[in-house]
């Protein structure tokens, strides 16, 4: 009778035990997954800092530069594939444009100042930059690939030792070379635009005759002006 109830006493102890385990085992595993998505909130809350602290090393407009950038290199790629294709790209991309972009283009069109010539030194520097700063065509890979490479010196601080290490590639060399030579060729080309005034005098028979004619009216007018008026006159001795 007592070894029965020591034998029943034992099968209700088993189920009991057998259930605790079971529910400290669950324990742990969740413990275990808490632990787990700890870590990997602390890993990704330390790349968002990283890629927080790289934006802001940036410059202000950064992002604006970099849409722009991929554009244009949209652009080019869908040249090359009109240009394999046969086809003339300007042609191409006016199929796609609407008539609203098109009447806001014309607008922003007319609101630029045209080019009005000569005006300043300053003036014309400004324009010059505008116009070689258009035609950059970065190279993404090369930068990606020198930004891995260089790692937290790519962005420079005033401790970084990074300063006058970057040696130019042959290429860029090459773009520069040719870009200065564009520049000498054009300035040898370039003659000062002159204002004509319609009711100015004729007193010259060509055009070589009508420089002469200003150079002696810019040395010798002051002194010759009162004998001009009088031949004018017809009251000349």
Known sequence: MA???????TAAEEPTETAASQKREA????FRELHFKRNEARKLNHQEVVEEDKR??????????????????????????????GEDYNRVKLLEITADKAERWE??????????????YAEAQFRQYQRLTK????????YEKKREESGEDFYPTSN??????????KEGIDRMVEDVEKQIDKRAKYSRRRAYNDDADIDY?????????KKAERFYGKYTAEIKQNLERGTAV
């Open 160 to 169: 970084s030792l990074i300063y006058g290490t970057h040696t130019p590639t």
């Open 205 to 213: 028979i060509n055009e070589r005759n009508a420089k002469f004619n």
């Open 27 to 30: 324990r742990l595993r969740k």
């Open 56 to 85: 802001l090393k940036l410059p202000t407009n950064w992002e604006a530069k970099k849409a722009r950038l991929e554009w244009e290199l949209a652009e080019d790629e869908k040249k090359k594939e009109c240009a394999a294709r």
């Open 107 to 120: 607008r922003k069109k007319k609101k630029k100042n045209p080019d009005t010539g000569f005006a300043g």
């Open 135 to 142: 035609q950059i065509r970065p190279d993404l890979e090369s």
């Open 3 to 9: 070894s029965c109830s020591q034998e029943t006493a």
